[in-house]
């Protein structure tokens, strides 16, 4: 059974980082596409970042572009979202996601067969 086990998140401050980490377990992930989306109070789910099997490929949300880094550890079956520079806006629970192989539309959530419950991020002023 696939199970995602999202931790790492928090309360912080405006400004500061944190790093979300996304344990994958059920089976090995090494050759799948895997995301971070996150869901705000009242808003749809939205596309965060997305890594392919091999790490060569990333794509963002343009918001979080040059702030967040998603990167994975197909040894331990982790996948991890580098966030710096928070903002307000950046609230919300991140839930992680497997999908298939990299797609020129990584950001469709259709894509992805199995995700986790979520960490809650607050970002205070």
Known sequence: QVELVESGGGLVQAGDSLRLSCQA???TFSRNLMAWFRQAPGKE????????A???????????QGRFIISRDNARNLVFLHMNNLKLEDTAVYLCAVGDAWTDTPSLQGDYSHWGQGTQVT???
């Open 123 to 125: 970002v205070s002023s």
């Open 25 to 27: 377990s059920g089976r």
């Open 45 to 52: 789910r939205e596309f965060v970042a997305a890594i392919s």
């Open 54 to 64: 091999s790490g060569v490929f990333t794509r963002y949300l343009e918001s979080v």
